[in-house]
């Protein structure tokens, strides 16, 4: 599933050969060459856009740096400031919270709209579209559209839900209690229909007689789902989940957008916050050291998931 | 797949970081000979003043042939994003305005050239300008900027909302006790949920040209003091300037929390808001809007008569080199000259950067002479101070947000800001 996380193993390690032979060995070498000559377009991308970038960021995040002046060397000074910092604490709670709630919630929204979408229903196609739209579009941009569908004067949104008497006195985006949902609202918007587009394929390689036997055999519709569709969907359950937690980790788009991280810091994620210390503090070695910490973070989330996961593969 | 997602946010990061380090080393200004300069030239001015820029510096373009400004307009976030990394790699403008108080930061890591000698170069006019304008453009004693322009905010309160609520419409309100009693007039319940359809005053605490400091002045106290050493939120007349208006916004709901800048001018615009506190750039939306608004100083408080000042100032490059430099100084005086400023102030609604410029030369545009006229009464925010993002937007508002919101009162939130920005103030 992933091209960085598997490291392209080099291939220039043939098996043992039954029987020596310098034709073979040729063979081998030609293969190899080819091999590397295919991959070497994506290894330059990714060690001139991904790798020098990431360790010029790592050596940043030893330094104290402000742009202009030349770079200080201050060794751990950026990590153990970090560990006592409040702000990062914050953003750190901030974001668990973004991501412990939307993550199950995409997840279980986007398998609920696709067994809806995986019937023969009136307008399936039109419905699918509705749904995945918003992830063709640029969040930045339709987060813009959503500050104005939520503002307590003008908002339609707003509008709606006076109606049936909620009323924010504030508008979402301005009370520290509201503003979190608000942006967690649209992220879940943005990312379902991506999921649930996977999640269909998976479902339409679940083979049908699997299903037809299961009702023979007496099994209903929940049973069915349980027994059949849940554990045969379990690989798409891990992707989704590895992509939709990493996702959430990064927030950042429409939280710049719609409250800048406010009011005071009760939506700043920790992208929010390198971007706060990077290029408003011009900080950038402090930056950097978040950046990297977030890094580890997703890292050691994403293999927790993996090894979870993996274990629970099911195949009939 | 997944960690090549997971590390796209922070490889964007570092390329914007290495962005700036590319190219380090090349110098921005290559001849040093007096021939033809042409000089790149930022600014943010988007907004409805952008036509009076732009007519401006190509009245300069076509004044003469030594030197040509290539000016390059962007909303101001994107300016203050590109500004610093542009600088250091050698591609940036030689020449950038910017709000003053946004100078000191940029100052003090050298990316800016001093320019003292402006002040005293003969035919450059530099004692004709605005006093309030010139000390802004001051950091420790250096001056690192010329005005671009400079303006007070005043009192906005709209007339016919004063008439409804049985007020003299030509009588704004002159003290903090007629400020706050009128804001309560005008505050309107009308369907009774608890949230007034029409508030008394529009002010805003964050993303905004600085108004609750205002207040703060008006009852003796301060963000910070005015040599930009002494935090003062933990003052005592600070605390209770803040503890009056907050009790009159949460009790009395004379106006929203939580408003950005372009909220409250929005409020005021839809006729939600019958006051706010705000500069000349409103003048032309609010007349489009069809409000019939009046102009004041803002009311006096119980310690002082006080308002606003704000400048953005021209700076240089620090790289710039003596032809450069020599070209932008004409440039700056060209643009403070009589004839740039009348046309100026005529069209941008601010007032001109001189003092010798009489009112009936700009009585084409009726607003313009009262911003010009409590110069002497204003004051610039957070002026001297190096860390104005720190102190502003991750120490001061926040604490203020916090308050409004019922989430700490002003005498354990203020004192307590107020330590954090005198650790910054002091460089730890």
Same mark, same amino acid.
């Given at each position: 599933m992933s091209t960085a996380t598997q490291v392209p193993a080099p291939p220039t390690a043939p098996p043992p050969p039954r029987r020596p032979g310098r034709a073979r060995g040729r063979l081998a070498r030609r293969q190899a060459l080819a091999a590397w000559g295919f991959m070497l377009p994506s290894l330059v991308v990714l060690a001139i856009f991904v790798v020098y970038p990431m360790t010029q960021a790592l050596y940043l995040s030893f330094t104290e740096y402000n742009v202009i002046q030349a770079a200080r060397w201050v060794g751990l000074a950026n990590y153990e400031k970090l560990l006592s910092d409040p702000a990062f604490r914050n953003a750190l709670v901030n974001t668990l919270y973004y991501a412990a709630v939307t993550t199950p919630v995409s997840v279980g929204l986007a398998l609920g709209l696709a067994l809806l979408l995986n019937r023969r229903l009136p307008l399936r196609g039109f419905l699918r579209t509705s749904v995945f739209l918003p992830v063709v579009l640029s969040l930045a941009i339709v987060a813009i559209a959503w500050s104005f569908l939520l503002d307590p004067n003008i908002g339609l949104l707003s509008y709606w839900l006076s109606k049936v008497g909620i009323v924010s006195e504030q508008g979402w985006l301005r009370d520290p209690n509201l503003a979190m949902p608000a942006v967690m609202l649209v992220g879940i918007w943005k990312n379902v229909g991506f999921y649930m587009v996977m999640y269909l394929a998976g479902l339409q390689s679940i083979p049908r007689e699997l299903h037809e036997a299961a009702s023979i055999d007496g099994a209903g519709a929940w049973r069915r789902f349980r027994r059949i569709t849940w554990p045969l969907l379990a690989n798409q359950t891990m992707l989704i989940t590895i992509l939709a937690a990493i996702a959430t980790l990064q927030a950042f788009d429409q939280i710049f957008v719609m409250?800048? =991280? =406010?009011p005071f810091f009760q939506t700043e994620t920790v992208v929010m916050m390198i971007y706060r210390v990077g290029f408003q503090e011009f900080a950038f070695g402090y930056a950097s050291a978040i950046s990297w910490v977030l890094v580890l973070l997703i890292f050691g989330l994403s293999m927790g998931q993996l090894a979870y996961f993996r274990k629970r593969t099911v195949t009939y | 797949m997944a960690l090549r997602r997971a590390l796209a946010v922070l490889a964007v990061a570092s390329m914007l970081v290495l962005a700036g380090c590319a190219g380090r080393g090349q110098e921005s200004g290559g001849e040093s000979s007096s021939g033809p300069v042409t000089l790149k030239f930022w600014n943010g001015f988007t907004g409805p003043d952008r036509p009076a820029v732009e007519e401006i510096v190509k009245r300069f373009n076509d004044s003469q042939d030594q030197v040509t400004i290539q000016m390059e307009i962007m909303p101001w976030d994107v300016f203050f994003t590109k500004l610093l990394p542009s600088l250091t790699s050698g591609t940036g403008p030689d020449i950038a305005a910017m709000d %003053? @108080?946004?100078i000191p930061q940029y100052a003090a890591k050298k990316a800016l050239k001093p320019l003292d000698d402006y002040y005293t170069k003969e035919g450059t006019e530099a004692d004709k300008l605005i006093p309030a304008a010139v000390e802004g453009a001051a950091f420790e004693g250096v001056k690192y900027s010329v005005p671009m322009n400079f303006t007070t905010l005043l009192l906005y309160w709209n007339k016919g909302m004063f008439k409804e609520a049985g007020l003299d419409p030509e009588k704004p309100p002159a003290n903090w006790q007629e400020f706050a009693d009128y804001a309560k007039k005008l505050t309107k319940d009308t369907n009774g949920d608890g949230k007034p359809e029409q508030y008394g005053l529009a002010i805003a605490d964050h993303a905004t040209i600085p108004m609750w400091p205002i207040l703060f002045w008006q009852g003796g106290g301060a963000v910070v003091s005015e040599d930009g050493k %002494? @935090?003062?939120?933990?003052d005592p007349a600070t605390i209770e300037a803040a503890s009056y208006w907050v009790d009159l916004v949460r009790n009395d709901k004379i106006a929203p929390i939580g408003l950005g800048g372009a909220d409250a001018d929005k409020l005021f615009q839809s006729k939600k808001a019958a006051m706010e506190i705000v500069g000349p750039w409103m003048t032309t939306g609010f007349k489009d809007a069809g409000i019939d608004f009046g102009l004041a100083m803002p009311p006096a408080g119980p310690k002082a008569e006080v308002t606003l000042g704000t400048s953005v100032g021209f700076t240089v490059n620090a790289r710039a080199d003596q032809a450069k430099t020599d070209g932008a100084y004409e440039f700056f005086k060209f643009w403070n000259s009589k004839e740039s400023q009348v046309y100026w102030s005529v069209n941008s609604g601010f007032p001109p950067n001189r003092t010798d410029i009489q009112a009936s030369e700009l009585a084409e545009n009726p607003y313009v002479a009262a911003f010009g006229e409590p110069a002497d009464k204003s004051r610039f925010y957070l002026i001297n101070v190096q860390e104005f993002q720190k102190v502003n937007d991750t120490l001061f508002v926040p604490a203020l947000q916090r308050v409004l919101n019922g989430k700490a009162s002003v005498q354990d939130a203020f004192p307590k800001a107020d330590a954090d920005i005198q650790a910054v103030l002091d460089g730890s």
């Open positions: 409250t800048r =991280g =406010g | %003053t @108080a946004q %002494t @935090a003062m939120l933990g």
